[in-house]
């Protein structure tokens, strides 16, 4: 199979460029057609000479994802269902806020990590996805958005898959966004967020970027956690907290934990005093999600009155916190849903 040409980083394609003798500008280019001008096929690709475009196009292929379904939110949120060339599928979701578009993208197919409220796990991983490929999902989205003069302005790494157990491939792509040549997205705009992969939050503290980093906390003790997330067992409560603390002392930035609240099973009063006791003084920021019901899981939606409680009591101790507006709600956009319905029709 041919590489993609989304996995090749701008110096990629200098050094390219330079072992099949053509002049390294040529990259820049390239570059450009790929990220700027967004084009599908290197063909249009004018002010490169036909022989280059011909040694590309002997060379390389574009990240093709066809879409499977697509499903639009009354609140404009479009969910999209990929396949990818060796027929897996993946989701990708364009979020619309008063402030801009928002991507969230899927860094693996499936995913090994087995969070209890999870519909991308149910089928375990089956493969990571390469940095083009998690490229190729913004592309699409911004070239959805060329039609209207928008763009997307952030990106969220919450989809299918944990973005740290694909690191390498997760960073290239987190690089590719922020180039200054390329889509050029805010690095402040962009969010990574990771069950608490420990020794990949200590690798990522070292980056040396402004990238955003939420964890997703759920519980706020090593037990209950375990119960939740199976990968607490392998990296326990106290250890992610750790890195934490050490990511915040070497990057002086906030921390963001996703909390997602589950009718009656981490959604108490006294859980949400043991986590404002856990955070306190930390430089964080908490975000609860009400979960959507996952048929095939038995968890129930936390009463509006016990979310609003559940705020309060991180409030009154002073710990930065906000309910995640639901977006998508009638289009079953948590993360997995739209796939796992796909994989239930194909197989059974
Ligand atoms: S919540 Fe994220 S890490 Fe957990 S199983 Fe789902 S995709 Fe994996």
Known sequence: MKPFIYDYTLE????????????????????????VKRVNNFEDMSNLSKALRQKLVDQ?????????????????????????????????????????NSICVTTQVGCRIGCTFCASTLGGLKRNLTGGEI??????????LDATNERVSSIVIMGSGEPFENYDETMKFLRMMIHEKGLNIGQRHITVSTSGIVPSMYKFAEENTQIN???????????????????????????????????????????????????????????????????????????LIPVNHVPERDYVRTPREQIFEFHRILERNKI?????????????AACGQLRAKHMESTVG
Not at 14 to 35: C, H, I, S, V
Not at 86 to 98: F, G, S
Not at 261 to 286: P, R, T
């Open 135 to 144: 490229i190729a999902q913004v592309v699409v989205a911004q070239q959805m």
């Open 12 to 35: 990629d394609l200098q050094a390219w460029m330079k072992e099949n003798d053509e002049p390294t500008f040529r990259a820049g280019q390239l570059f450009e057609w790929l990220y």
């Open 320 to 332: 930065s916190v906000t309910i995640r507006r639901e977006q998508g709600h009638d289009i079953a």
């Open 60 to 100: 390389f292929q574009f990240v093709t994802l066809t879409e499977i379904t697509r499903f639009e939110s009354k609140d404009g949120t479009i969910k999209f269902l990929f396949g990818l060339h060796d027929n897996h599928a993946i989701e990708t979701v364009i979020m619309r806020h008063n402030y801009g």
């Open 213 to 287: 980093l939420a964890i997703s906390i759920h519980a706020p003790n090593d037990k209950l956690r375990s119960k939740l997330m199976p990968v607490n067992r392998r990296f326990p409560f106290e250890d992610v907290m750790e890195a934490c603390h050490n990511y915040i002392a070497k990057t002086g930035r906030r921390i963001t934990f996703e909390y997602a609240l589950i009718g009656g099973v981490n959604d108490q009063s006294e859980h949400a005093q043991e986590l404002a006791d856990v955070l306190k003084g930390m430089l964080c920021h908490v975000n």
